[in-house]
């Protein structure tokens, strides 16, 4: 289906920003919808953000509304979190996903990236 694989996570000082990215390759996934999520230590996987590549159209969770945006290159066959504002509660493994549905529900999701590490210092 599609490969996906993440990078741009690293470590940042509250208040700072970071930006990620999901490389996709595969022969087709244009139509998909693109997801971010996140998981921290002792805590379940959370929806972040979704794209549709198709349309455009985007969904944030109440956390990160006004905080983060999600965006996409489809001539890079990439999709990007541009994330502002950092909090230390933010600090998780970031995962970008695809699926052919819009949905916020992680078992929605067919593919998955191997994830990337952001650390948030207070």
């Known amino acids: 289906q599609v490969q996906l694989v993440e990078s741009g996570g690293g470590l940042v000082q509250a208040g700072g920003s970071l930006r990620l990215s999901c490389a996709a390759s595969?022969?087709?996934?244009?139509?998909?919808?693109m997801g971010w999520f996140r998981q921290a230590p002792g805590k379940e996987r959370e929806f972040v953000a979704s794209?549709?590549?198709?349309?455009?159209?985007?969904d944030y969770a109440d956390s990160v509304k006004g905080r983060f945006t999600i965006s996409r290159d489809n001539a890079k066959s990439t999709v990007y979190l541009q994330m502002n504002s950092l909090k230390p509660e933010d600090t998780a493994v970031y995962y970008c996903?695809?699926?052919?549905?819009?949905?916020?529900?992680?078992?929605?999701?067919?593919?998955w990236g191997q994830g990337t590490q952001v650390t948030v210092s207070s």
């Open positions: 794209i549709s590549w198709s349309g455009g159209n985007t």
């Open positions: 996903a695809a699926s052919r549905i819009t949905s916020r529900w992680f078992p929605a999701y067919d593919d």
């Open positions: 595969g022969r087709t996934f244009s139509s998909y919808t």
